[in-house]
Every structure is written in structure tokens, then in C-alpha cells.
């Protein structure tokens, strides 16, 4: 009889070990990228969307969060996604433009007037197409697309007061055609680096100005090598996290629904964040010896005609995009 007990009792602990092995082959892990330093406000807000993320699957889904390029910059992580090497990318929407057009729109200088303009904009049927187009062709499906980044002003070795202080000088741009083009209606010299070498390219001198959000410049500590931050906002754009979409559908509808719910929830509380993070740092950063620069934006923003044109014509691909945009009011 107690032969027979410790048989049951082997089995049974077998049978145990084997559900328990079962169990934890259900978890999934999901690789997010971004480029982006520990304390920015982007990456505070993955953190907080791979908090909501566990406790909406019962921790059956985890995110595993890279910061600061450990993957690769921006375009190397959204290739990796697509190779199936990666599983989702956070950051903003320029770099998209390489795959559909159109998304080359929001690398072009004060296309949205403010952050309210931006936000009517999200729920409008060009930037909805945009959307589409960008799963459709690329294979990227957005779970957070809500988080409004602040305007990108710019930073500078020497004082910037008007668009004519630009000639000459060399700004430090990601691959984006927008950019090159807005800053060369300024009369500047372009510099393409990825964000991780902007911090030595100015000191260096390869660079003179680099326009991100004061986040960025923060998190990099540009204000030791670059001490006038003008705060006109060039360009404006969203906070996202995209997921390659054969990853997606690989999940369960529950654990899709979690991801999209905690992307909303969690662009939510970016939005809020950010607007005080940048107050904050605003002040950091002249406790440091920043000098802040307010100027009036209209004399910079008459110079977006040409480029504006001159995207329309070669760049984006539906008509009147431009215009649409500005029509939302």
C-alpha cells in the first residue's frame, strides 16, 4: 500500500512539473526598442504601457524594453521588425516616410500649428489613411498612437533669433527629407548622424544646432556643449508604438486587445507627462547655463512655402495633403 502511495505521489508530481512547464510556455515576451534615455518621458510612458500590458494578461504577456539604441537606431530597429528579428519599435513618426510617402508630411517644419491642431489631426481620415497605409505596405500596426510630443525647438552653439542667424551653420538631421529641406530654406548646412553622436558632433563642431524635443537635449546633455535653446516648436509629431503585424496576429484577441487598450492608456499619460517634464527640464537645463531664446515663430514659418511646394510635388503622394491638414480646424 505505500508502494502504491509514492507511485501516485511520483505521478502526480510529474504530471504537476509538466503542467507548470505548459504554463510558463504560454508567457509571451515582446522585445521594445527605442532610442530614447532611461529618464525621457517616452521611456517612462513604455514603462508604464508594459505595466498595463502584464496586468491586463495576468502576466501572460510581458514587454522587455531596450533604451538608448541598444538595437540599433530608429531605422535599424523598424527594419528588424519587418526581418521578424524585433518585435516593436516606440518613438516618433518620421522615419515611416521611408516606407509610405505621405508620412514624410510631419517632417516638414510647422505643418501643425500647436498640440491641439495635432490632436484633431490623429482623428482625421488623411492621418487614419496614413495609418493603413503604414500596416499595409510595411507591415507596422500602431498599439499606441495618441502620445502628442512637444514641438521640437532647437538648440545651438550660438544664439538663434531669427532665420537668418541659420546661414551657414550646420544642423545635425536624421534621414528625413523634411528636415534637410526646412532647414536649408533657412539658409543652413545639414549634417545627417544618428541622435546617439550629437553630443560629440557639437562639441566637435561637425554640428552646430540639433532640433529634438527638450527631453532629448536633456537626456543627452546638450546644454553643456550647445547653451542657447531657442523655443520656437519647427516640428511636431506623435509618440508611437508599433508592433510588426505577424507578431500581432500571432496573439490571442484577448492579449491584442490588451496591447491596443494600454497603448491608449498609455499615450494618455505620455501627453500629460511630457508637457510637465518639459517645464521641468526647461529649468534643469538653465540651472545648468542654458540660455532660453523666445522669439516670435512667424518670420521661420514663412519660409515653408517653397518646401512645402517643392514636397508636394516630388515627396508625398496624395494631392492636397498639405491643405487637407490645415483645413482641420
Known amino acids: 500500500m505505500a508502494h502504491i502511495s509514492l507511485r501516485k ?5 510529474a504530471a504537476l512539473l509538466v503542467a507548470s512547464t505548459v504554463a510558463g510556455a504560454e508567457t509571451v515576451t515582446l522585445r521594445l526598442g527605442n532610442i530614447t534615455d532611461p529618464q525621457h518621458s517616452e521611456t517612462k510612458a513604455q514603462e508604464y504601457f508594459a505595466k498595463l500590458v502584464e496586468e491586463k494578461t495576468n502576466g501572460e504577456v510581458k514587454i522587455r524594453i531596450f533604451s538608448g539604441g541598444q538595437l540599433g537606431d530608429a531605422p535599424s530597429q523598424l527594419e528588424a521588425i519587418r526581418l521578424g528579428a524585433q518585435d516593436m519599435y516606440a518613438g516618433g513618426t518620421g522615419n515611416f516616410g521611408k516606407y509610405v510617402s505621405d508620412w514624410n508630411i510631419t517632417t516638414v517644419g510647422f505643418v501643425f500649428r500647436d498640440t491641439d491642431h495635432f490632436m484633431k489631426v490623429l482623428d482625421s481620415e488623411p492621418y487614419k489613411k496614413m495609418e493603413q497605409d503604414l500596416l499595409d505596405k510595411a507591415g507596422f500596426r500602431m498599439v499606441l498612437r495618441n502620445g502628442a510630443r512637444p514641438g521640437k525647438p532647437v538648440i545651438s552653439t550660438k544664439p538663434i533669433m531669427s532665420p537668418d542667424d541659420f546661414k551657414g551653420l550646420k544642423v545635425r538631421v536624421p534621414p528625413w527629407e523634411g528636415f534637410v529641406k526646412t532647414f536649408e530654406a533657412m539658409g543652413a548646412k545639414t549634417v545627417s548622424l544618428p541622435w546617439g553622436e550629437t553630443y560629440l558632433a557639437l562639441k566637435q563642431g561637425v554640428a ?11 537626456g543627452q546633455s546638450l546644454q553643456e556643449v550647445a547653451p542657447y535653446l531657442t523655443l520656437v ?11 510588426g503585424d505577424r507578431k500581432f496576429q500571432g496573439l490571442s484577441p484577448e492579449h491584442q486587445q490588451a496591447l491596443l487598450d494600454a497603448g491608449t492608456e498609455a499615450g494618455e499619460y505620455y501627453t500629460k507627462l511630457a508637457v510637465e517634464d518639459q517645464k521641468e527640464i526647461i529649468e534643469k537645463m538653465i540651472d ?35 491643405d487637407a491638414i490645415q483645413a482641420i480646424k
Open 9 to 13: 505521489l511520483i505521478f502526480a508530481g
Open 208 to 218: 552646430e544646432v540639433a532640433c529634438a524635443t527638450v527631453s532629448g537635449f536633456y
Open 288 to 322: 545648468d547655463g542654458a540660455v532660453v531664446i523666445r522669439v516670435n515663430p512667424e518670420p521661420f514659418i514663412e519660409k515653408m512655402g517653397p518646401v512645402v511646394a517643392d514636397m508636394e510635388t516630388k515627396v508625398w503622394s496624395t494631392a492636397g495633403l498639405f
Open 233 to 243: 516648436d519647427f516640428f511636431s509629431d506623435s509618440f508611437t508604438i508599433v508592433i
